[in-house]
DNA sequence: TGTCAATATTATTTCGATATTTTTTCGACG
DNA sequence: CGTCGAAAAAATATCGAAATAATATTGACA
């Protein structure tokens, strides 16, 4: 239990949104009130609350009368998340590279090791990742990708940052699941790290996008052989 | 009534949106739920359900068991909302500068034209403005500048840059109840107006962005001028 | 007089039940 | 056989009151 968990309708928020992003809650899949209600322990009022919330992060939709999905996911709005992404997190990580002072740098360390100690043992090949070294990345990830941008300076741009990784973060899971086997993607993060503790945010800039593009090219494919299975499965039954 | 309104917590959202964005609902005042409930004759669910939803939208904040307030403005804010919205809404018309074909010329023109025709008899010295027609203008302001971005081509930014319309709309709202009197507004308009017109991004955004920082700076004045009063009026009474 | 604790009051949060709407089922009819 | 419509079933949305937590008040004590 999170210590900001006040009310049970903050509890239930947290964890419908966090089995949302990790998938455990399918995308696109009806949310049935009842069934939410018994799973999570609440009543309607907390559970409704919780998924107004959701709304407003994009990871739920609703239709009047007719109740709750949870958003889905499309190739289309992959690569709109994406490009949006790289905007922001651009903007954000120049203005960090312009504004931070010798405690984001230590913070900005602090986070990479933490994330390097889980990277440079990743499987390079394609086994299967044990899920509790998968969240502990997650997290790490998270806080890394957080840490540069956290001097930015702008409260509004770090809230759609947040919004606009966490999207990101729902596709990228799916890709995890379908091909195992992980990119050099810890080479893109010490480019990334390396440019912003040089303070060189044009090539910090340039590493972030490259990163974020790679990563989305990786998703599209895995989606694209997700659909194409879809089609097998459904094509056989129709 | 809006033909969006299928649920009472959809109409409670819309009329609570709409008095928090033009001021009827004070910046930082309590959001006390029994007296909500008995205004917009609804009961807790829906009024609650609208509550979590304006979370979302950046109009209301809470603290767990402590309540709803409705978010408070600040000139901090005013220049982070200010600044990331002119780097939303100049990405999103530059956008679609490059996309909008023939129909959306249509639509631009066509708001353009309604919108010109409020501000060509606005008065330009410190009469008032009835509140009827400063409603017309808001609503023609809004379509104008949504017509703009509104073939950017995606859905993400053109719901970052509605979220900045409406934070900025609110600071707005302010300076127009404390300094009467219009600056030359369609000037700007019309020279955005024309630079979209002749598909010139670069001259657009320019122009959007002075646009935005001129609208910014006149925001600024009237907080400055309300913040001394309060500062008179509080520092009078204690 | 000032402070602290116990109590009273007020406000928020939650539940359980009801009303309303949508969806499904089933049978009659073309 | 398909489809249209009425009845049944299921699900959502809402209410009103009870439970819970925060705030204000009061009075005892230093």
Partial sequence: MSASDKTLADRTYRQLRGDIV?????AGSKLKLEGLAQDYEVGMSPLREALARLMGDLLVV?????????????LDELDDVSRVRALIETEALNAAIRNGDAAWERDVAAAFEALAAVEEHLPHTSEALPPEQLETWE???RAFHAALVSAAGSPMLIKLRDLL?????????????????WRNVHDEHRA????TMQRNALRACRMTELHLSRTAEEVRKAMAALAQDDDQVSGGKA
């Fill in 165 to 181: 990784y966490q999207q990101s973060e729902r596709y990228r899971r799916v890709s995890l699941n379908v091909s195992r086997g």
């Fill in 192 to 195: 990334i790290y390396d440019a």
């Fill in 139 to 141: 997290a790490r990830n």
């Fill in 62 to 74: 609703s239709e009047g009368q007719r109740g709750f999905w949870v958003a889905p996911l499309s």
């Fill in 22 to 26: 990790n998938g455990r809650l399918a």
